[in-house]
């Protein structure tokens, strides 16, 4: 029952465990599908199961108007978010997206599987996510340095080094970033250069954040590959999202002998079964803006994309494209899942009936925050790593969790997925446990 709800003389008194309407599954899209994973989960948490409440409700939401005076002199209103799931294990962590479609459940469900991707991981953090519904493409660059300075005052009450750090996401970077902590550091009255990471290098960022995702996905896919005897330089690879994530994972493996076949992203999909020169379409995205139109590969159907046969698929673009619609269709040996909630639980049954090996996006793209924790670090101590000791960090993280996860998958005969959620959630809960409640 809501809480929202008018209490009955049948039901004198909600429920201890009833969620408000915001937090209800049904009908919640990326909300939705996190609790079911949560609901999955349950049966394996053991005494922790007590605080399994803890794990469906965000800590804090904040909702703020972003208004700014546009570069015609008038005023536009835009909507930001700011969502701390859970600080048990530490501040919260979590990137910030600018897309003309973020809703509040999206960034509630991104903000939990943050939390679950770091407790996976085991970085200390917990989770957060933030975003703004605009599209960033239709702004000018002073336009869209405005809309990202009112927005980081407004959410300023409730961030800071050591509360809740933001970072890049979907349509955010480096400049982005910038401009966050300069307006952050300005209100405090200090450089703060630890309040956000994915910074520029000149302003205490990380060498190895920009490739650190799509590497990531790199060495766990070569991790699970290595488990079911499939040999990386023969393999053939499919990317759905050709940025940092998709576009440097993609680069990785051609570099480890494999063939990209497919490629698939907000302008189009292209194909070419002999395999697609990575290096080449990247340089063909940065100039163009998208894979549509490079002359090395045969335009596709985009829903095409799905049936096409490979090795290793990579979804790398939004939450929710592999669904009920089209996870049957789909002939892979592994998912690796570059995009944050990409896959659906029913789409998630369907692979599994299938014998597809799922690797969830909490594992399989948690090196973007992994080396976020490397640059928060570095920004507290003023020392900075060299590339290659940054990548053998986040290799060696990667594949420690990947071992531990595949490990509680086989002693459970689960999927990698709840393996992972098996770990994390024990990690948090028995946070929330040991620090009890206060007052």
Not at 66 to 93: C, L, W
Not at 209 to 227: L, M, Y
Not at 426 to 431: F, T, V
């Amino acid at each position: 029952m809501s809480a929202q709800q008018t209490v009955s003389n049948d039901s004198p008194m909600p429920s201890k465990h009833a969620l408000p309407s915001y937090l209800h599954a049904d009908s919640l899209g990326p909300w939705g599908s996190y609790l079911q994973q949560i609901d999955r989960v349950a049966p394996h948490l053991g005494s922790l199961s007590r605080w399994i409440e803890t794990l469906k409700r965000p800590k804090r939401i904040l909702v703020v108007d972003v208004p700014i005076e546009m570069d015609d002199g008038t005023i536009a209103h835009f909507e930001g978010y700011r969502v701390q799931h859970n600080t048990s294990r530490g501040p919260g962590k979590g990137g910030v997206r600018y897309h003309q479609d973020v809703t509040l459940s999206e960034v509630m469900a991104l903000s939990a599987w943050m939390s679950i991707k770091n407790a996976a991981v085991n970085v200390p953090y917990g989770g957060a996510k933030g975003g703004i519904r605009v599209d960033p493409r239709k702004l000018s660059r002073g336009e869209l340095e405005r809309v990202t300075r009112r927005y980081t005052s407004e959410i300023g009450i409730i961030i800071g080094p050591n509360t809740d750090i933001p970072a890049p996401d979907v349509n955010t970077n480096e400049q982005v970033m910038a401009w966050m902590m300069d307006t952050y550091s300005m209100n405090v009255g200090q450089t703060a250069t630890g309040v956000v990471t994915g910074k520029p290098i000149s302003l205490g960022g990380s060498l190895g954040r920009r490739e650190a995702t799509g590497r990531g996905v790199f060495t766990v896919g070569c991790e699970a590959a290595r488990r079911i005897g499939l040999d990386i330089a023969s393999a053939r690879v499919a990317v759905q999202g050709f940025g940092n994530v998709g576009g440097i994972a993609a680069k990785l493996f051609v570099e480890a002998g494999a063939k990209v076949v497919a490629v698939q992203d907000h302008t189009g999909t292209i194909y070419k079964p002999s395999g697609i020169d990575a290096h080449a379409l990247l340089e063909h995205v940065a100039a163009q803006g998208g894979v549509a139109g490079f002359a090395g590969a045969e335009p596709l159907g985009d829903d095409d994309f799905w049936g096409i046969e490979s090795d290793i698929l990579i979804p790398a673009a939004l939450e929710g494209q592999i669904n009920e619609k089209n996870a049957s269709r789909i002939r892979t040996k592994i998912v690796v899942e570059g995009a944050n909630g990409p896959t659906t639980p029913i789409a998630d049954d369907i692979l599994r009936e299938n014998n597809v090996l799922v690797i969830p996006d909490v594992v399989a793209n948690a090196g973007g925050v992994t080396v976020s924790y490397f640059e928060w670090v570095q920004d507290f101590s003023s020392f900075f790593w060299t590339e290659d000791e940054i990548n053998h960090r986040l290799e060696r993280v990667m594949r420690e969790a990947f071992a531990s996860v595949w490990q509680v998958a086989q002693e459970n005969d689960v999927s990698v997925r709840t393996a992972a959620y098996i770990i994390a959630c024990k990690r948090i809960l028995m946070a929330r446990e040991m620090r009890g409640l206060y007052p």
